[in-house]
């Protein structure tokens, strides 16, 4: 079983930056693509970034390029989401999700792939 735990979340205004970070315990953590997944009220849940399992590779929603970097460190079992720039339509709860690495990167922006996911973390930006 792998648990993950979602932090770093919180309000802000817009311009500002956040990171966010996810804990994962329970199984070898570089095994898996790790992605960041948000979901705004009455919206579907949106792609926001994937990592492969070495990190070398990265994906990136088309609302969030340029202005949020995902990265991983392994010895840590964590991974990240830097996020700059925040604007008022990035306001939503944030998921991460660990999946297979064969998920990356052309599985890696289905939500239904993934079978472990953290509890979200709240980010709000006002304007």
């Known amino acids: 079983q792998v648990q993950l735990v979602d932090s770093g979340g919180g309000l802000l205004q817009a311009g500002g930056s956040l990171r966010l970070s996810c804990a994962v315990s329970?199984?070898?953590?570089?095994?898996?693509?790790m992605t960041w997944f948000r979901q705004a009220p009455g919206k579907e849940r949106e792609f926001v970034s994937a990592?492969?399992?070495?990190?070398?590779?990265?994906i990136y929603g088309d609302s969030v390029k340029g202005r949020f970097t995902i990265s991983r460190d392994n010895a840590k079992n964590t991974v990240y989401l830097q996020m700059n720039s925040l604007k008022p339509e990035d306001t939503a709860v944030y998921y991460c999700?660990?999946?297979?690495?064969?998920?990356?990167?052309?599985?890696?922006?289905?939500?239904?792939?993934?079978?472990?996911w953290g509890q979200g973390t709240q980010v709000t930006v006002s304007s």
């Open positions: 999700a660990a999946g297979s690495p064969a998920v990356f990167p052309f599985g890696a922006r289905n939500p239904s792939t993934y079978d472990y």
């Open positions: 329970g199984r070898t953590f570089s095994n898996y693509a």
């Open positions: 990592i492969s399992k070495s990190g070398a590779s990265t």
